[in-house]
């Protein structure tokens, strides 16, 4: 699919499913209210609006988007625990540091340009599963049946498209992600 045509699929998935899925997860107590409710479903499609390409392998979107909402929503109730006190030792706690102290603002941009780069020259099943597995949280047996693929076949997709990104961001260390320039000015 095109780029185009996937990102005019979003939109009527949107209003298909949307309603729906915060009815859904109010009604079976995965959150507390509707509008919690409507949020995480913001929220999922927000996520599919900015990584479109998802929607390609998908072949039952009902299902995908019920299950992107219900781990979205277990997610959310999972949140607060992770943000509690880190124990050391019994009796003994530090608060877990913010992740935003940890590397300059520099080093991230040029980090997350190198990896956008490396992304686009996996092949769109490996882009897919990455996709799902790291920045939705799926497990590789919720990517394969979503993507009604064998568990080993997903795997196999994984594990190639993790060699390629860490040799294309070992590659690109020495290089510089900055746009280019126009040099006609």
Not at 25 to 32: A, C, I, K, N, S
Not at 133 to 147: D, G, I, K, S
Request: charge should be negative.
């Amino acid at each position: 699919m095109s780029s185009d045509l996937l990102q005019s699929v979003v939109p009527t998935l949107y209003r298909t499913f949307a309603q729906h899925l915060a009815e859904l997860l109010e009604e079976t107590g995965r959150v507390p209210d509707l509008a919690t409710a409507e949020d995480v479903v913001q929220d999922c499609f927000t996520a599919l609006t900015e990584h479109p390409e998802i929607v390609a392998g998908v072949r039952n979107h009902k299902a995908w988007l019920t299950t992107m909402a219900v781990n979205r929503a277990l997610n959310l109730c999972k949140a607060p625990r992770l943000k509690k006190l880190v124990p050391l030792e019994l009796g003994e706690s530090v608060e877990a540091p913010e992740t935003e102290d940890l590397l300059p603002d520099e080093t991230l941009e040029r980090f997350a340009c190198d990896l956008k780069s490396a992304m686009e020259k996996l092949t769109p099943r490996q882009s897919a599963v990455v996709s799902l597995h790291v920045l939705q949280r799926f497990t590789l047996a919720e990517v394969a049946t979503l993507l009604d693929l064998s568990k080993a076949t997903v795997s196999q997709h994984y594990q190639t498209a993790l060699k390629n990104l860490r040799q294309e961001l070992a590659g690109s260390r020495a290089q510089t992600c900055a746009p280019s320039r126009d040099s006609s000015r």
